[in-house]
């Protein structure tokens, strides 16, 4: 990531939003590599000075129409990287379009948790109303 | 160029004939078994429609084009024979048996000729016939082509409602959703399967999605690739996709075969699939107390 063109004029960054105890990040259109690279230094430093106990960052792609290899990248290296930093990514909001061109692809994205849109993925962080939690509680009936 | 003249002069005089002798041909047509299998309520409608294909033909004929299938006064044909051809094929008669039905049109037609020529001229009587069998060879392609065409369309859309009849989604619970996948599993198939279930995922806010084999014959490792592909696209989305309905030999083929299917949850059966969905959304499903029992 260090040999990146900065000659490039620099593309409006990519807000990240803390709501509590989440991180999230909306993507719209095309992410260029500068937006990208920038995204990756902020939501590190955020998941690393943010509120203590982090539940987990989710990046909504709903108003992304095309996923290619390098944003497949993109969002795999962010969930490693907040794999390292002890928190969960979810990525929320996936179109089917562009879930079957991935497969195609081969590129299945095992890193990242995945989830319907933003209301399942902070449901699935456990930010939600506990009735549309995904995991039984066990033993309680 | 006198020979192409001679051509378009036995090509008129056959139309003339052809025109001329319309109402006995028709009357002889009618009885063939053609017509008369096809027109079984009325015979009058049946000579109305030999008129109709006699008018075509004198028209193809006056214009010389006999071996031309796209000659304009086929277009009449194609109409007419189209119905009745379809109308045989539906009672079981093959294209060739067809066909012969129609080569059958031409000896009446042929008698009549004979007889309405002069007998000193043999020459012109003889083209006469020539040309009126190069025409009825051309009519029997075009109604050949006509029911082979009417097939590969019926072929078509049969294919078409197969796809969608085969590949339903179905609503199991709030949050779960079911494709019981029913014969071969081709790469067309998979991709119809794969886009329904991604629909019904967001259309119904799925949390999990069954695919039931129990209707596929035979698993190999395309089918296996298939059924990776559609689990890890709807995973994309946010679906857990379970696998159900491997009867015991499939689940032999599968290992022999070597195949990996590790990733992927399956159950033997669509109720168990269904029993792990809810399990996993934290529901219940218990009998209802005897109606005696006191509840404490």
Same mark, same amino acid.
């Given at each position: 990531? #260090?040999?990146?063109?900065?000659?490039?004029?620099?593309?409006?960054?990519?807000?990240?939003?803390?709501?509590?105890?989440?991180?999230?990040?909306?993507?719209?259109?095309?992410?260029?590599?500068?937006?990208?690279?920038?995204?990756?230094?902020?939501?590190?430093?955020?998941?690393?000075?943010?509120?203590?106990?982090?539940?987990? *960052? *989710?990046?909504?792609?709903?108003?992304?129409?095309?996923?290619?290899?390098?944003?497949?990248?993109?969002?795999?290296?962010?969930?490693?990287?907040?794999?390292?930093?002890? #928190?969960?990514?979810?990525?929320?909001?996936?179109?089917?379009?562009?879930?079957? #061109?991935?497969?195609?692809?081969?590129? #299945?994205?095992?890193?990242? *948790?995945?989830?319907?849109?933003?209301?399942?993925?902070?449901?699935?962080?456990?930010?939600?109303? *506990?009735?549309?939690?995904?995991?039984?509680?066990?033993?309680?009936? | 160029?006198?020979?192409?003249?001679?051509?378009?002069?036995?090509?008129?005089?056959?139309?003339?004939?052809?025109?001329?002798?319309?109402?006995?041909?028709?009357?002889?047509?009618?009885?063939?078994?053609?017509?008369?299998?096809?027109?079984?309520?009325?015979?009058?409608?049946?000579?109305?429609?030999?008129?109709? !294909?006699?008018?075509?033909? =004198?028209?193809?004929?006056?214009? $010389?084009?006999?071996?031309?299938?796209? =000659?304009?006064?086929?277009?009449?044909?194609?109409?007419?024979?189209?119905?009745?051809?379809?109308?045989?094929?539906?009672?079981?008669?093959?294209?060739?048996?067809? =066909?012969?039905?129609?080569?059958?049109?031409?000896?009446?037609?042929?008698?009549?000729?004979?007889?309405?020529?002069?007998?000193?001229?043999?020459?012109?009587?003889?083209?006469?016939? !020539?040309?009126?069998?190069?025409?009825?060879?051309?009519?029997?392609?075009?109604?050949?082509?006509?029911?082979?065409?009417?097939?590969?369309?019926?072929?078509?859309?049969?294919?078409?409602?197969?796809?969608?009849?085969?590949?339903?989604?179905?609503?199991?619970?709030?949050?779960?959703?079911?494709?019981?996948?029913?014969?071969?599993?081709?790469?067309?198939?998979?991709?119809?399967?794969?886009?329904?279930?991604?629909?019904?995922?967001?259309?119904?806010?799925?949390?999990?999605?069954?695919?039931?084999?129990?209707?596929?014959?035979?698993?190999?490792?395309?089918?296996?690739?298939?059924?990776?592909?559609?689990?890890?696209?709807?995973?994309?989305?946010?679906?857990?996709?379970?696998?159900?309905?491997?009867?015991? =030999?499939?689940?032999?083929?599968?290992?022999?075969? $070597?195949?990996?299917?590790?990733?992927?949850?399956?159950?033997?059966?669509?109720?168990?699939?269904?029993?792990?969905?809810?399990?996993?959304?934290?529901?219940?499903?218990?009998?209802?107390?005897?109606?005696?029992?006191?509840?404490?």
């Amino acid at each position: 990531m #260090t040999g990146l063109p900065t000659s490039r004029p620099a593309p409006a960054p990519v807000p990240v939003l803390a709501l509590g105890d989440v991180l999230l990040v909306t993507l719209r259109g095309e992410l260029h590599d500068g937006a990208a690279e920038q995204l990756q230094d902020d939501l590190a430093h955020r998941i690393a000075s943010g509120p203590a106990p982090l539940q987990g *960052v *989710v990046i909504d792609i709903s108003g992304v129409e095309i996923v290619d290899s390098f944003l497949g990248r993109v969002l795999a290296e962010i969930a490693a990287a907040a794999s390292l930093l002890a #928190t969960r990514t979810v990525l929320a909001g996936m179109r089917p379009a562009v879930a079957i #061109t991935l497969v195609e692809l081969g590129l #299945t994205l095992p890193g990242p *948790v995945t989830a319907l849109d933003v209301e399942a993925a902070l449901s699935l962080l456990g930010r939600a109303p *506990v009735s549309a939690l995904p995991v039984p509680p066990e033993g309680g009936v | 160029m006198a020979e192409h003249d001679t051509a378009l002069g036995t090509a008129q005089e056959l139309g003339a004939f052809l025109e001329r002798r319309r109402e006995q041909i028709a009357q002889r047509w009618a009885d063939a078994a053609l017509f008369r299998t096809v027109f079984t309520v009325s015979r009058d409608e049946a000579v109305e429609a030999c008129k109709a !294909v006699v008018d075509a033909l =004198a028209e193809v004929a006056r214009t $010389g084009r006999l071996e031309d299938v796209t =000659a304009p006064g086929f277009g009449a044909v194609r109409d007419q024979l189209g119905r009745m051809s379809a109308s045989r094929s539906r009672a079981g008669q093959n294209p060739s048996q067809i =066909a012969d039905e129609i080569a059958g049109l031409r000896e009446p037609v042929g008698a009549l000729l004979r007889a309405d020529f002069d007998e000193d001229a043999v020459e012109r009587t003889h083209a006469c016939l !020539v040309a009126l069998t190069v025409l009825m060879g051309t009519l029997r392609l075009v109604v050949l082509q006509t029911t082979v065409h009417a097939g590969e369309e019926l072929i078509a859309r049969q294919r078409e409602q197969l796809l969608e009849v085969a590949t339903p989604v179905i609503r199991l619970w709030e949050g779960i959703v079911a494709v019981p996948l029913i014969g071969t599993l081709d790469s067309a198939r998979s991709q119809v399967v794969m886009e329904n279930l991604l629909e019904a995922i967001v259309g119904q806010r799925a949390r999990y999605a069954i695919l039931d084999i129990t209707g596929v014959p035979t698993v190999d490792s395309l089918v296996a690739q298939h059924l990776m592909k559609t689990v890890a696209a709807a995973r994309l989305m946010g679906a857990e996709c379970i696998v159900s309905g491997i009867r015991p =030999a499939i689940a032999q083929t599968i290992v022999h075969l $070597g195949i990996d299917l590790g990733s992927i949850t399956t159950r033997a059966s669509l109720a168990d699939a269904l029993a792990h969905a809810l399990t996993r959304q934290g529901i219940v499903v218990s009998p209802r107390p005897a109606a005696g029992a006191s509840a404490p």
